[in-house]
């Protein structure tokens, strides 16, 4: 088949993802859902685009992966060539193309998504470079020469692991700074292993530690250092330390015991699942099974622990939302699959209050746990300035939800990340995000950098791998800018 007639084959190929697991052979564990594409439906579903002059896909993809050209590249079988455009432009497109809310960006913006299903661009970018770690094409940053300069990076999630590629390639000396025992900030902790298995992330972690970077987990800014400290030893720092200070729900009964933040429900899981310790989990507190589950939200968050519920073995689960399917902020195919697992939506109802009593069968027990949500209908009504409808309450519709767990999955805000790092100066905004200038990614100390949830709020891994590397090149502008010298005679 000539070049041409491998593209714009919409018509005659339908849309298919890979095989997707079945949804009983899913609850049973936390295994990825889908199978990779097998080589030739990966070329085929690349030769369903139209190879738009002006690419919506590539236009709505926050780091503008040129897609089109990549898509290409697969239909002709040139996959080494169709990985390293893909790369050029994203620091782990196979990441990217597991967890994108790829409906709300590339694919729902595909000019052929009206009326043929949109091409399957997610799942083609996760097979080819899926097959360049296979075939060995992905090579650690290693710089052409050193450039004797050094930045600090505090939090080792994807803004700041991004950074750290972009600048260790540059030449510099780079060091990630992370609290945590594992690297990799909520790909590791927060998102659950269905979607996005974790030794995809590790593999990631250990490439650039071959590449140089220098990785210090277990150490936390604010206890082991503050930020001065760090700005000392750095020649520009770099904060990507993340949201997750949890938003409450301030009802009677919310002290109730067996009602948890979302991030502790995941967190045990995801640490189970890498084989840890965990003594809330261990001693069933913190797992679902045999339990009815109630999780209060509608984002991704909220998606992730009525999926983990339902792998843990729970009774049922149930998942309270004040807002419609429509207006949920989470992604649609993440609802669909939970409802494919088993899950059932309670949408608009919001909760009221939590019941309590004694533990089953220990009538003598100093504290009462959550045995039902009581809950309250809503309906939409005028929309506010923001353009969303605001939900209400309709009187009189109270119900109950039986409920031995639960969960809370209502968002996060920043910390108080000057007060953390005892740096006043830094500024913050109103909703308590760092300040920066967007031109320069600087926040108001000279040298500090700041990028991801903790800048634009709790967000997306594709926006915090973007504002990593914009945040790398201005770090390397500034340096560049105050050492031209220096880094000029190391040059020669
Ligand atoms: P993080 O990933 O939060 O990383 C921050 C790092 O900083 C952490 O490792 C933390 O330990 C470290 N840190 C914090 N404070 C300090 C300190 N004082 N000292 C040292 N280190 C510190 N996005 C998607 O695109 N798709 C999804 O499917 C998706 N699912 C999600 C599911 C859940 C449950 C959650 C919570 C989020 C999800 N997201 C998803 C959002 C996505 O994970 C985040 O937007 C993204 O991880 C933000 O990256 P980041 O690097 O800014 O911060
Ligand atoms: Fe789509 Fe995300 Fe890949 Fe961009 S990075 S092409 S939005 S899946
Ligand atoms: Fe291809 Fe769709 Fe992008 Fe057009 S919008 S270039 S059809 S993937």
Redesign the pocket.
């Known amino acids: 088949m000539a070049t041409t007639e491998k593209m714009l084959r919409f018509v005659q190929v339908e849309q298919q993802m890979p095989d997707k697991r079945t949804p009983a052979a899913r609850r049973q564990d936390f295994q990825e859902i889908y199978a990779e594409f097998e080589q030739a439906r990966a070329e085929e579903q690349a030769g369903r685009c139209s190879q738009c002059g002006v690419p919506f896909?590539q236009i709505h993809?926050?780091?503008h992966?040129n897609?089109p050209d990549w898509l290409k590249l697969t239909a002709e079988g040139r996959l080494e060539e169709a990985y390293e455009v893909s790369q050029a432009t994203?620091n782990f497109?196979e990441i990217?193309?597991r967890i994108?809310p790829?409906d709300r960006?590339?694919?729902g913006n595909c000019v052929i998504e009206k009326g043929f299903e949109s091409v399957t661009?997610?799942s083609v970018?996760k097979y080819i470079t899926d097959t360049a770690w296979e075939k060995g094409w992905v090579r650690p940053p290693t710089p052409r020469r050193e450039l004797h300069r050094s930045v600090g990076i505090i939090g080792g999630g994807p803004a700041g692991l991004a950074a750290a590629e972009q600048l260790r390639r540059k030449g510099y000396a780079v060091h990630v700074y992370d609290r945590y025992d594992r690297l990799g900030g909520l790909m590791t902790y927060g998102i659950p292993n269905f979607k996005l298995e974790k030794q995809v992330v590790q593999r990631r972690v250990d490439l650039l530690a071959q590449g140089g970077v220098v990785f210090q987990a277990n150490f936390e800014v604010g206890r082991d250092a503050t930020l001065a400290n760090l700005r000392e030893r750095h020649d520009a720092v770099l904060i990507a330390t993340g949201v997750y200070k949890a938003r409450d729900i301030q009802a009677p009964g919310a002290g109730l015991a067996n009602i948890f933040p979302a991030m502790d429900y995941l967190t045990a899981s995801n640490r189970k699942g890498l084989g840890d310790k965990v003594a809330a989990f261990d001693d069933g507190t913190l797992d679902a099974r045999d339990k009815n589950v109630v999780v209060i939200g509608g984002g991704d968050t909220a998606m992730d622990c009525v999926r983990t519920a339902v792998r843990q073995g729970a009774k049922s689960v149930k998942c309270l939302y004040r807002r419609n399917r429509a207006n949920m902020p989470g992604s649609q195919r993440e609802v669909y699959h939970a409802e494919e697992e088993g899950v059932e939506f309670v949408w608009l109802a919001a909760p009221e209050a939590f019941i309590g009593g004694k533990p089953a069968g220990r009538k003598k027990a100093k504290h009462e746990v959550v045995t039902a949500v009581r809950a309250v209908r809503m309906r939409l009504g005028v929309a506010d300035s923001s353009g969303r409808q605001v939900p209400e309450k309709i009187e009189g519709s109270e119900f109950n939800l039986p409920a031995d767990m639960v969960i809370k999955a209502l968002g996060f805000d920043p910390e108080d990340i000057p007060g953390l790092f005892g740096a006043p100066a830094l500024g913050i905004t109103r909703w308590g995000t760092i300040k920066i200038d967007w031109r320069t990614m600087m926040t108001a100390i000279d040298g500090v950098f700041a990028a991801g949830d903790i800048v634009r709020g709790a967000s997306l891994v594709?926006w915090a791998v973007s504002d990593g590397r914009d945040a790398a090149e201005a770090i390397d502008t500034y340096i560049a800018g105050k050492y031209a010298p220096a880094l000029a005679a190391a040059a020669e």
């Open positions: 896909c993809c926050p780091l992966n897609i994203n497109p990217c193309g994108c790829q960006l590339c694919e661009i997610g970018e594709v």
